[in-house]
């Protein structure tokens, strides 16, 4: 090799590599810090919490602009890329998503049916429903699920062949969606309750379960619950 030969050349080889090394290293772990999620708390709420949420196809900036993924409106109005949100114990959320992306059918039909809101029902566009049927109209984007709390509500999707779809969030409502509302009730104590969405919406990812479906920030997080 005699590329090598010289001690020296040696040395500042090694010292490149390590050099480089070095430099992936700290990308990796600020890449990590860089992503970490706020907590966007309505705590502070007094009465019922009126959630809104919405559900992008991309999210358009930072460092995964492809992945799908939810954005919260905070309590001053603006969206914001989290899905960690203090909420009240014992306190009725009235949730309201603007789903933006197109659907389809259901791995498993079970995810079809709406449980665990107050009246066992969600409204999309302001029909009141128990069951969204995947295998019908454009079928199913994403859902919203707190196992502990029983909560399942599936996201009726856009139509893929939607003339004006968001490109990039925060999606405006000029852009083609539906709206799904629904409400439950936070349990009385305090607890951290992980939230997230069962369909495998992670394209391009193994079987889907990849990339946003991994993260949280994307499709999971958490509701903090606090004493009121
Ligand atoms: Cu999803």
């Known amino acids: 090799m005699k590329m090598f030969e010289k001690p020296l050349t040696r040395g500042l080889a090694v010292l490149a590599v390590a050099g480089v090394l070095a430099g992936v290293c700290l990308w990796g772990i600020f890449g990590f810090l860089r992503s970490s ?64 992306d197109s659907g389809g059918a259901l791995r498993n039909n079970l995810w079809g049916g709406i449980t665990g809101t107050l009246d066992s029902q969600a409204a999309i ?28 509500v599936p996201l009726y999707g856009i139509s893929s062949k939607a003339k004006n779809p968001c490109s990039a969030a925060p999606c405006s409502t000029s852009s083609d969606h539906n709206t799904i509302t629904f409400s439950f009730h936070t349990p009385p104590g305090a607890g951290n309750y992980r939230w997230q969405c069962f369909i495998p919406c992670g394209l391009s ?5 990849g990339g946003p479906m991994g993260a949280i920030g994307f499709m999971s997080g958490f509701l903090k619950v606090v004493p009121a």
Do not use: C, M
């Open 37 to 100: 999620v706020p907590t966007v708390d309505f705590s502070k709420t007094a009465g019922p919490v009126n959630l809104r949420v919405q559900t992008v196809a991309a999210l358009g900036f930072g460092p995964h602009p492809t992945w799908v993924s939810y954005l919260v409106k905070d309590p001053a109005g603006a969206w914001v890329h989290s899905t960690i949100w203090q909420l009240p114990a014992d306190r009725q959320i009235n949730v309201t998503v603007e789903e933006y």
């Open 125 to 152: 566009n302001g029909q009141s429903t128990a069951v969204v049927d995947p295998s019908a109209g454009n079928g199913i984007a994403h859902t919203f699920n707190v196992p502990d709390l029983g909560l399942n």
């Open 205 to 209: 990812y193994l079987y889907g379960n």
